[in-house]
Nanobody
Framework: QVRLEESGGGPVPAGGSLRLSCTWS????????MGWFREVPGKERERVAT???????TYADSVKGRFTISEDKARKTLDLEMDSLIPADTGMYYC?????????????????WGQGTQVTVSS
């Protein structure tokens, strides 16, 4: 069983920055995918950024060049640095993990989820 806990969300003006952090505990397979998804009311949870156990990173087109995902294996953390935030980035951000080294875009493929942290970008 894996536990994930997010922190770092909050309100921020457009153009600002936030850093989200996810701390995980429990057993993690040597082959895995971890990442961040976000959800807004009425829409499906969408993939923002993922990182594979071999280090391959994928970003949603909407956040490329503005967001950076990073992992600290020793501290068991997964961070998301978000710069140049825009109102469309508003949503609940979830940390997630799955077994296996692929990082599919569909949320249903991910087994473990945190409770989420809210990010609100004002114009």
């Amino acid at each position: 069983q894996v536990r994930l806990e997010e922190s770092g969300g909050g309100p921020v003006p457009a153009g600002g920055s936030l850093r989200l952090s996810c701390t995980w505990s429990g057993y993690r397979s040597t082959s895995y995918c971890m990442g961040w998804f976000r959800e807004v009311p009425g829409k499906e949870r969408e993939r923002v950024a993922t990182i594979r156990s071999d280090g391959v990173i994928t970003y949603a087109d909407s956040v490329k060049g503005r967001f950076t995902i990073s992992e600290d294996k020793a501290r068991k953390t997964l961070d998301l640095e978000m710069d140049s935030l825009i109102p469309a980035d508003t949503g609940m951000y979830y940390c997630t993990q799955k077994v296996g080294g692929s990082c599919p875009p569909a949320q249903a493929q991910y087994r473990f989820w945190g409770q989420g942290t809210q990010v609100t970008v004002s114009s």
